[in-house]
């Protein structure tokens, strides 16, 4: 069974910039450590990427925090994420959820049998958006989330998300 990792949206808003926490400062690290213990080649890293119009979109009007505009110093990865990352394998994605990586692993999966692990920000929007889809689109392949390595908006969400999950059946480590 071939490994994957999902880091999604280790990007600077969403650490320290407009988004920032301090549960997301505190994930840098373990994620570079999580993310050395995979190949360059079966890592994916997603980057939640808007225009210069996000106020007007459905998700701006909803969430009014102008984040992650395209070119930006807040749209770019964390340095050392970008660094530990494949640059084949960034996948700018205007939503939560993203239906380019799903489709590509899903594709991936038709050759030989995945398992997937997530990890990244923010755990109750961007990764469980993520982890489900990946879970209805290969419901036999497991799919993992790294509690550890992912941070929510507040505590309390974040836990929330992870009980989802976990009864969507994806594992939480």
């Excluded at 550890?148 to 908006?153: L, M, S």
């Excluded at 969400?157 to 594992?171: D, N, P, R």
């Amino acid at each position: 069974m071939r490994k994957i990792l999902v880091v999604v949206d280790m990007q600077n808003d969403f650490i320290d910039g407009t988004l920032g926490t301090l549960e997301a400062q505190a994930i840098v690290q373990p994620v570079l450590e999580k993310m050395r213990t995979y190949d360059k080649s079966e890592i994916y890293v997603t980057r939640d990427t808007h225009g210069e119009n996000y106020l007007q979109t459905a998700e701006g009007r909803k969430l009014p925090v102008v984040h992650c505009v395209k070119g930006t110093k807040g749209w770019q990865l964390h340095p050392q994420v970008e660094a530990a990352a494949d640059e084949k394998h960034i996948i700018d994605k205007p939503t939560f959820g993203s239906m380019d990586l799903m489709e590509l692993l899903r594709k991936e999966n038709e050759k030989e049998l995945l398992e997937i692990e997530l990890v990244g920000l923010c755990t109750d929007i961007c990764v469980v958006s993520n982890a489900l889809l990946l879970k209805a689109a290969m419901p036999e392949s497991i799919i993992r989330v790294d509690a550890g390595c992912c941070a929510g908006v507040t505590p309390e969400s974040h836990k929330a998300a992870l009980a989802t999950m976990g009864m969507c059946q994806i594992e939480i480590k």
